[in-house]
DNA sequence: AAACGTTTGAGAAAGAGGAACACAAATCTT
DNA sequence: AAGATTTGTGTTCCTCTTTCTCAAACGTTT
């Protein structure tokens, strides 16, 4: 039901915004757009789509540019594009071996992306935010400072979304840490600043970059130090009352098995995590990825202790699999993190302990494919997340530019 | 993203249709409103709030009645109720023990509601839908064939949303039934037939009518011989892609556990299914409602034996419920069905179980009730989605009784 | 009891936005 | 070169909500 002030009435106002919003999300989503590709896209006429477009252009988001000849009959349509320094937006992450930043444009250009290692470690939330101010500073010379949108940051822990407060943080050794906050003082520009969590970003970011375009009901899990996910529910994140859905690391796979860092036991994240495979494979827990990269060496090269290891994995990884696909009934699975480079090697073993697993119907148009983002999906995602406000609301963006209503505002 | 044919595109059509059905749907979820409390849910003004309301009392959906003063200054602003006759739907129930039909008028209000027992085992289909015509068929002498806005049927098994195919009930015998299609051609009646799953629906009533009134991001979790579930997130619930979703008693929380009727091992059913308590209680395990009952009275009366069982329940209840809060960040989790009744008795193991195995951010707030509905929670539900269309777009229930329309169409 | 402030309904006019239509432009086909 | 096809342009029309004014119904105050 309505939350109270969410009004659900609709007049010829919020049919602008909304028609809008809907050119400039399929633009951001999809791409350059004949105006002709909108007509079909939206069900507008080509009247309507020349006044909203005429407004976008007139706002700076896009520009039109002319088409070739297609070699069909009839006049070429101009292609409409979405301006990447029109809009752009700041995307951070704080990973447990790395931080990165990158200034991304509207349309999803990358125009910026740079990642340091970090010692893995506790190391201070005032270390971490100057560390990324050093990162994103050269970034912000070329930038129109009306053109940013605003900042996401995707962090390796429980965040929660209203006010971008970390809760939770084992591997980074985090307990409510005020992140947006944090970096709304320390950032030189000013914007919004959207915190949340690495895997739902992740998530976020291979349904519209990678290997989830056009598909709506996505499960996506990721695996590094610890494991988190991801749902899609017909293209919305699922993010539950306070944005904690998808710790699908901490679901009790194994209700008798080794404590977890979250304080239980048995967590699925025990069985599948970093930490699991390396010392099943013989090695310390904390290597990181170079240790995981001889693992994933040795099981390739038939060496049975890594093989062995690896399998163990897979199959933990099909049951979790199963249990969240008789759950959430998606239409594909996505492994994505250290998990995506392990998948090749155990996606046999994962389809047969899902086919054990999970419910005939639900797995029988089940796709299980590995990401295409690799370790740069969070970031992305953290500027998608960045740029939701603009393609929920169009109109917001264009006022900021309009002088007309900033002095009748 | 968009499905092809799925416009985004709005204009003043589709704004009325939208505004209608806002009030349309405020109406049928709260009850009697004023045209004042109107204007305050949608924003609309009192004037477009006059126009849609007239249309609604033309097409015989709703009546407005004077209101009493109500000791504040000001023209008291009439009452519009839903009326119960103007738009009613068929509900049905195929329960392990008890088939179920019911009537219900625009608003929920319950105009008749019959339930039967039926052997347990397999029956065939057609002596099922025959049984289910019969329930129905006094129903339907007073209600107005044109005022018939579908029916909703409730199954114990896994269903395919589109097109109400039932692809698996273990505990009814049936594999790929196409009950939708056998009811729609038995019923005497012209009206489309939805069919979903027992607990989905139990879900969507216990929020529209029951405990989790009010409160959007709900796990719904319904234990009878099977156990079922339903995620509502923002409202509406999660249904997965075809919709099979929320099948939580088949999430393995035992991996080398008991077999299940589904064909895997360790499901959550068989730790908390109707059959695993009588079983731990050293019962038969088809005794059914009258055994449950003796087993909830021995642990009242402190029997030792009923007690360890119902409180291994207990715990596994609490494992379950732990994982999936982990997974989907609920803010209120109903326990109904047979656990409903036995709820009471456990209600501090469960909460014991939660503590250990969720974590803490997603357990912070979290509430875990009770249903309020009883058995027939997901025999309103099924009236609920019967409902559903009428709700999204009020319009069209309209112009079948307009008579113009019906002439230029 | 009458006057006044408040809230709401009623009705007409205005405003905003997209649809419909006619025409022109650009392309391919014959 | 003429015709068919597709699309941009510009104007008019239609739908829907808002705005504005006035009246009705209520409580409060004097």
Redesign the pocket.
């Known amino acids: 039901m309505s939350v109270p002030g969410d009004l659900v ?5 919020t ?6 919003s809907a050119i400039v999300r399929e633009l951001h989503v999809r791409g350059p757009l ?4 909108l ?2 896209l939206t ?12 407004e976008l252009v007139a706002g700076g988001l896009v520009t039109e540019v ?13 292609i409409v594009q979405p301006n990447a320094r029109g809009a752009v937006a700041i995307a951070l992450e704080v990973n447990v071996d790395s931080l990165a930043a990158a200034l991304v444009g509207f349309g999803g250009t990358v125009h910026q992306l740079a990642r340091v290692d970090r010692p893995r470690g506790h190391l201070s939330v005032e270390a971490i935010v100057d560390d990324l101010v050093e990162l994103v500073r050269p970034m912000l010379r070329d930038v129109d400072h009306d053109a940013l949108v605003g900042v996401g940051v995707a962090v390796a822990g429980i965040v929660r979304r209203s006010d971008g407060l970390v809760r939770m943080a084992p591997n980074l050794g985090w307990r409510d840490v005020p992140l947006a906050e944090r970096l709304r003082e320390a950032l030189p520009v000013v914007a919004p600043v959207w915190v949340a969590n690495e895997a739902d970003l992740g998530g976020l970011a291979e349904h519209r970059r990678g290997a989830a375009i056009g598909v709506d009901q996505v499960l996506y899990v990721m695996g590094e130090v610890g494991v988190g996910g991801n749902m899609l529910v017909d293209g919305r994140p699922l993010i539950g009352v306070d944005g904690y859905a998808g710790e699908i690391g901490h679901m009790p796979v194994n209700p008798d098995g080794q404590a977890c860092a979250c304080g239980s036991r048995g967590c699925w994240e025990t069985e599948i995590g970093e930490r699991a495979l390396l010392v099943r494979a013989g090695l310390a827990p904390d290597g990181g990825r170079e240790a995981i990269g001889q693992v994933i060496a040795a099981a390739n090269a038939a060496d049975p202790r890594a093989r062995a290891a690896v399998d163990e994995v897979g199959r933990w990884l099909g049951i979790g699999i199963a249990s969240l696909v008789n759950i959430l009934n998606p239409q594909l699975v996505v492994v994505g993190g250290v998990l995506e480079r392990l998948y090749p090697l155990v996606s046999r073993t994962v389809d047969e302990a899902v086919s054990v697993y999970a419910l005939p119907p639900a797995r029988e148009h089940l796709r299980l494919v590995p990401g295409a983002l690799g370790e740069d999906a969070p970031t992305l995602g953290a500027a998608e997340l960045a740029f939701e406000p603009l393609l929920a609301d169009a109109a917001l963006q264009l006022r900021l530019r309009s002088p007309a209503v900033l002095v009748s505002a």
Chains 1, 2 share one sequence.
């Open positions: 009435g609709q007049r010829s106002e049919v602008r915004r909304s028609n809008l004949s105006r002709s590709d007509v079909g069900g507008l006429t080509r009247s309507a789509i020349r006044g909203l477009i005429g002319p088409n070739q000849p297609a070699g069909t009959p009839g006049r070429p349509s101009p």
